[in-house]
């Protein structure tokens, strides 16, 4: 930095007494005196303010007129001031979305860590959600027992037309497949054995594992995924044994499509990533447990649920009693049930609540 | 009562059903990293997080794409744990954050946008951290500093003084007395030729707020016992609080201390006294209506107690027509005495004549206000001193009246102290201004809009308004941190001011880091030992040379010091 010091002339500030200071740069300064001697007159109403407005004064016209008109400290002459950032004891945050994560921008990389390099799982079996990329496909096939024989398949819709059936074979397949047999075009009158309202295949290729093989699987599996948007590779020897590949982001077992994690998937400020009952607020209104059991040390039995509590109500938890008995303990503090006990009472609380 | 009025009783805000609580549509869910889905990351503390990210092994692939943004996250979180907010979660609102956490985040953040060459200004970072983690805010703010930035820190604490390459001394008094630098340099220079500073001569240990020769006997049938406290953190204990003592409830960040004392302790007396909030804008302060609720099983004693007050640093009020005079009631008293002046009674002057908020004595132009905002449409409203009145507020008329020479609006410019010596023969006045003035307050303006009081003159004001009122008998005094903003010499103030009130009755109970004010009680709880789940214990109670062998207990480790024991 060209000046090494932030000089300050004659600065009157409130109580500030025509002061000069010299503050060097890149270092840590500590401003002290009694409470009202005028530190933060120096360090906010001088120095933070001067800054400030300099750094508006330095905007645009257009974009000054929103800005407050900063009015100049009281000061002769300040110099080497840096761009000014103040930090103070305020939380002005009133806004019910923003989290420590989002400000601190935590939140904001994870989104992105997670749309990289999440992983995602079939939400009914489990399984890993992914795509089958060519080349993956490929190192999986070649890995397969040597010698063994297998059809690469692809699925046409059924009923299939005759416009599509036609155009298959104007690009040089020549076979249909299903249930294991093989169905020429060059000898319609087989065609005519196709039962069309079930699954119906065409055969891409017939592979036997060996040899140099890798850029022929991968040219078949690229134009089954061109065609269909996945391959089939069935076993010659066995018809149970297959394996299906996909270039859609869907779960191999149930089929079930998924979207491909993307950063705003992970937002909850926006409609893409925000629960749809509650827009991302992570509350709706409803009833309120901490009024319904204003104080979970006691037992139900001794009116932890306090609208049971009235006379009108008692009702509700003499049916709890009868339909819960011996699944939940009655004579024990409500914070002390297990979760599977809770429940049971949360929805008896549901149904007096409608 | 109709059962739909009723069932609305119970109606409030509820955790959504559909996503518990954690915001985001179930296929967000669905994408795991490390076995956890956003939302169960999202749910860890800070120090749980940071290892969470510090132990993830990403594949050669991932780490290709990903690894800048694995790397920007760990330094993140690396800062928010090194500003000692480890106890907070990810998904914590931001709302719900005292001005001290929200201040350190923001400092966190700062350090991470690793910007160079700017000038960070910031304001008493160390309130709110207990002594342990004052060590760590100033390694972040030396951190910052190596970056190439120049810091600018307004702070009364011993250790970041230390640590301080340049100290600015203001002084020597305040207000009037003030606004001089009394000293420039470095640490060593202040501590060996402060050259009369009181700050210096507080470090170098010349000046020094001494540990009290005996401490106030504890009478054991005069508490109030807490029982099962469970409010946040707390493990269900039993609290007990001494009364007509100095009670200070210490800990480290996220211990608990605030749960204990706001939420059980005051809501409690609230709830048991159903008082609708002690003192209007104390309650007003707090964003819920709803009826205070019981965070304990049962408060034994209460009946000890009368009422209870909360002292915070919130603003006395926010228009500028409030001051200290008229929050502690003194200006009624002196338009008295502007009303009894023999030219006052020939014209048949009231005392709301001399008021500047009511129709009758004040100016009209600017309605007493002694500016005018004048509108200037795209820019900044311009305020512009009253042509009639030229910014005395009031009509000539009453500006004529004078006493010993001086009229109402002169009176408005004096001094506290100023004041004090001018209504010599006034007791109803100089009793209330003397009370500004015995808890350092002397400097202030009598007619100082409150909307330019500092947090800490706010909070004391209050204690002089409460001081003003004379019934401390039987009366729970509150405070959240009095020494925010404090210099040690207004510290031994402030502890004047709390023997005052303890002497008429009344009982003080201090949220507390300051080990000036910890040495000082007559009894000590320490909550923790640790911040966040890992708290809500009390280590130890009791008188502080008792915690300060306690091993158990950090705040023990730094009163042994302070005791020197």
Known sequence: MSQEYLEIRGARVHNLKNVHLRLPHNRLIVITGVSGSGKSS?????????????????????????????????????????????????????????????????????????????????????????????????????ALPAGSRWYVLFPIATPASKDRLFDLRKKGFNRLFQQGRTFEFSTPESLLEIDFSKPLFVLA????????????????????????????????????????????????????????????????????GACPKCQGFGNVMDYDLSRVIPDPTLTLEHGAIEPWTKPAYRKFLERLKRTAAGKVRFAAPYRELTPAEREIVMREVQRFFE | ?????????????????????????????????????????????????????????????????????????????????????????????????????????????????????????????????HSRDTGRLIRILEELRDLGNTILVVEHDRDVMHAADYIVDLGPGAGENG??????????????????????????????????????????????????????????????????????????????????????????????????????????????????????????????????????????????????????????????????????????????????NIPGGRCETCQGDGTVTVEMQFLADVELVCEDCKGKRYKSSILDIRYQGRNVHDVLQMTVREGLAFFGSHHKVTHKLKLLADIGLGYLRLGQSATTLSGGEAQRVKLAAHLAQARCDRTLYIFDEPTTGLHFDDIAKLLAAFRKLIASGGSVLVIEHNLDVIKTADWVIDLGPEGGDGGGRIVVEGTPEEVAVCEASYTGRFLRAALKI
């Open chain 2, 1 to 129: 009562m109709h059962v739909r009025v009723f069932l609305s009783r119970y109606r409030g805000y509820a955790t959504c059903p559909e996503c518990a609580g954690g915001r985001l549509r179930r296929e967000a869910l669905n994408v795991r990293l490390g076995g956890k889905n956003i939302g169960e990351v999202a749910a860890l503390s800070l120090e749980q997080a940071r290892a969470f990210f510090d132990l993830l092994e990403l594949s050669p692939e991932e780490t290709a794409i990903a690894q800048k943004v694995l790397d920007e996250i760990q330094r993140r979180l690396r800062f928010l744990n090194d500003v000692g907010l480890e106890y907070l979660t990810l998904d914590r609102l931001a709302s719900t954050l005292s001005g001290g956490e929200a201040q350190r985040i923001q400092l966190a953040t700062s350090l991470g946008s690793r910007l160079v060459g700017a000038c960070y200004v910031l304001d008493e970072p160390s309130i709110g951290l």
């Open chain 2, 179 to 356: 606004g001089q630098v009394v000293f420039a340099g470095d640490y060593d220079q202040l501590t060996s030729n402060g050259g009369g500073s009181l700050t210096g001569r507080y470090l170098t240990g010349e000046m020094k707020i001494p540990v009290p020769e005996g401490r106030r006997k504890i009478d054991r049938k005069q508490q109030v016992r807490f029982l099962g406290a469970f409010a946040h953190n707390l493990k269900a204990i039993d609290v007990a609080i001494p009364l007509h003592a100095l009670v200070v409830v210490t800990g480290v960040s996220g211990s608990g201390k605030s749960s204990l004392v706001h939420d059980v302790i005051y809501q409690g007396f609230r709830a048991q006294h159903n008082q609708p909030g002690a003192f209007g804008e104390d309650a007003a302060e707090g964003q819920d209506d709803n009826a205070p609720r019981l965070e304990c099983r049962r408060i034994e004693g209460a009946n000890l107690v009368q009422q209870v007050i909360l002292v915070d640093q919130s603003p006395i009020g926010r228009t500028p027509r409030s001051n200290p005079i008229t929050y502690i009631k003194a200006f009624d008293a002196i338009r008295e005495v502007f009303a009894s002046m023999p030219e006052a009674r020939k014209r048949n002057y009231s005392p709301g004549h001399f008021s500047f």
């Open chain 1, 205 to 272: 290729d017939r592979i036997a594992i060996g040899g140099d093989l890798r850029q022929r699987v991968v040219d078949t599996v690229e134009s089954c995924y061109r065609e269909a948007g996945e391959a089939l590779f069935q076993s010659a020897e066995s018809e149970a044994l297959e394996l299906r590949c996909s270039e859609k982001f869907e779960c191999k077992t149930c089929r079930i499509g998924y979207e491909e994690p993307e950063p705003r998937l992970f937002s909850f400020n926006s409609p893409f």
């Open chain 1, 42 to 142: 120096l360090a906010f109403d001088t120095v933070y303010a001067e800054g400030q407005r300099r750094y508006v004064e330095s905007m645009s016209a257009y974009a000054r007129q929103f800005l407050e008109r900063i009015t100049k400290p009281d000061v002769d002459e300040i110099e080497g001031i840096a761009p000014p950032i103040a930090i103070r004891q305020k939380n002005t945050t009133r806004n019910p979305r923003s989290t420590v994560a989002t400000a601190t921008e935590v939140y904001d990389f994870m989104r992105l860590l997670f749309a990289r390099a999440g992983r995602t799982f079939c939400s009914r079996c489990g399984a890993r959600v992914k795509k089958d990329s060519v080349d993956e496909v490929a190192a999986q096939i070649l």
